[in-house]
C-alpha cells in the first residue's frame, strides 16, 4: 500500500480538463510546499511535471498545473492530447527529528479517448 | 548536460547480495547540495523511494528497508553505488537513480533504470 492514495485511472477526451488527486496526511503532502509530479511512459523513466506543489520546469507545457487544498494535492492536465496519455505519480517529502524521505503515490493511469 | 545511468547485475539469486552503480555526468557530488536518490518500481507498481547520499556524505535510508541498504559515493569516478543485502523476489523491481538539485525536494533527473529479477 502507497503512502499516498491516487485514484488507479481517469480519462478523458481531447481538448478536455482532467484532475488527479493525490491524498497524504498532515506528517507528508499537509505539512510540506514539496509535493512533485512526475510522467512515466511505459518503459521509460519518470519525468519532472510539477515541483513545488505549482511550479512547472522549463519545456513541461502550460496545460500542466498543480495545486493543493490540506492533505491533498492535485494536478491538472488542461487541453489533453493524445501525447498526455501515460502513468502519472505525485511525491511528497516528508520528514522526521532524525531523518528525511520521500513517499509516493501509487500511480494514476491516463487514458486519452 | 545531466545524465544518470544505472549499471549491475539484471538477475541475483534469493538471499545474495545486490550492487548497483549510478554513474553520471554533468554535475559533481562534490557540490554544495548535491544529492543522489536511488528509487525503485517492482513490475507494474509504484515508486519507492530508497535512500540519498548527500555531497557531504551525509545518508538517509527508507525506514523499512535500512537495515539492508548501504549507499556510498566515489566522487573521483561520478558514481554512487547501491548496496542491498539478503535480496528476496519481492525486490525484483527496475532500480532508478535521481538527482536532487541543491536546496531542493524534487529529482529533476533520472537514469533510465536497471532491471533487476530476484529468482532462483
Known amino acids: 500500500q502507497s503512502a499516498l492514495t491516487q485514484p488507479a485511472s481517469v480519462s478523458g477526451s481531447p481538448g478536455q480538463s482532467i484532475t488527479i488527486s493525490c491524498s497524504g496526511t498532515s506528517s507528508d503532502v499537509g505539512g510540506y510546499p514539496y509535493v512533485s509530479w512526475y510522467q512515466q511512459y511505459p518503459g521509460k523513466a519518470p519525468k519532472l511535471m510539477i515541483y513545488d506543489v505549482s511550479k512547472r520546469p522549463s519545456g513541461v507545457s502550460y496545460r500542466f498545473s498543480g495545486s493543493k487544498s490540506g492533505n491533498t494535492a492535485s494536478l491538472t492536465i488542461s487541453g489533453l492530447q493524445a501525447e498526455d496519455e501515460a502513468d502519472y505519480y505525485c511525491?511528497?517529502?516528508?520528514?522526521?527529528?532524525?531523518?528525511?524521505?520521500?513517499?509516493f503515490g501509487g500511480g494514476t493511469k491516463l487514458t486519452v479517448l | 548536460q545531466v545524465t544518470l545511468k544505472e549499471s549491475g547485475p539484471a538477475l541475483v539469486k534469493p538471499t545474495q547480495t545486490l550492487t548497483l552503480t549510478c554513474t553520471f555526468s554533468?554535475?559533481?557530488?562534490?557540490?554544495?547540495?548535491?544529492?543522489v536518490s536511488w528509487i525503485r518500481q517492482p513490475p507494474g507498481k509504484a515508486l519507492e523511494w530508497l535512500g540519498r547520499?548527500?555531497?557531504?556524505?551525509?545518508?538517509f535510508y527508507s525506514t523499512s528497508l535500512k537495515t539492508r541498504l548501504t549507499i556510498s559515493k566515489d566522487t573521483s569516478k561520478n558514481q554512487v553505488v547501491l548496496t542491498m543485502t539478503n535480496m528476496d523476489p519481492v525486490d525484483t523491481a527496475t532500480y532508478y537513480c535521481a538527482r536532487l538539485p541543491p536546496a531542493e525536494y524534487f529529482f529533476d533527473y533520472w537514469g533510465l533504470g536497471a532491471l533487476v529479477t530476484v529468482s532462483s
Open positions: 547520499i548527500d555531497w557531504d556524505d551525509d545518508k
Open positions: 511525491s511528497s517529502y516528508t520528514s522526521t527529528s532524525t531523518s528525511v524521505s520521500w513517499v
Open positions: 554533468g554535475f559533481s557530488l562534490n557540490t554544495n547540495g548535491v544529492r
